[in-house]
């Protein structure tokens, strides 16, 4: 005798009707992530500010810095830079080659009296360049020189 309310071996089971599916809230779009602004933003209203913060917070010093176009030191290429002054004539350029954070990147130094006399590339290993990653790498390079806290 065979159940009336199971489906015969060869007839494929129904699907039940399925309850009306949740209505999901509108998920918040995430704000544009700061690497994402134009260059001649996100350098002037996000890089410098976080650059002195981070150097006065790693126990550096007042630390006056600038954006301009001008010739790279040593080779004289045009580019993007930031400049650093730190006490003592102490002074560091941050290049850009293009106006881009993820275009290739040199640093320079140059103790008191002294012209820069090296181009050093930068952050060339790393597939995204981040705020973070700019900010923490060029204090670490400066503090690589014994420019900042008690060194």
Sequence with gaps: ???????????????EPKAAAAVKPAAKEKPPAPEDRPFAE??????????????QA???PAVDLRFEQGPMPVVGAN??????SLPGARRFWLCFTSDSISSSKTIAVA?????PSLLESFLIDEKKTTLALL???LVQRLNGQKWLGAN
């Design 1 to 15: 005798m065979t159940d009336s309310a199971s489906p015969a071996p060869d007839t494929p089971a129904v699907p």
């Design 42 to 55: 996100f350098v002037p209203q996000l890089l410098i500010p976080a650059l002195a913060q981070e150097i």
């Design 58 to 60: 790693y126990g550096g």
């Design 79 to 84: 580019c993007w830079m930031v400049i650093g």
């Design 111 to 115: 103790e008191a009296g002294a012209e």
């Design 135 to 137: 900010v923490s790498r």
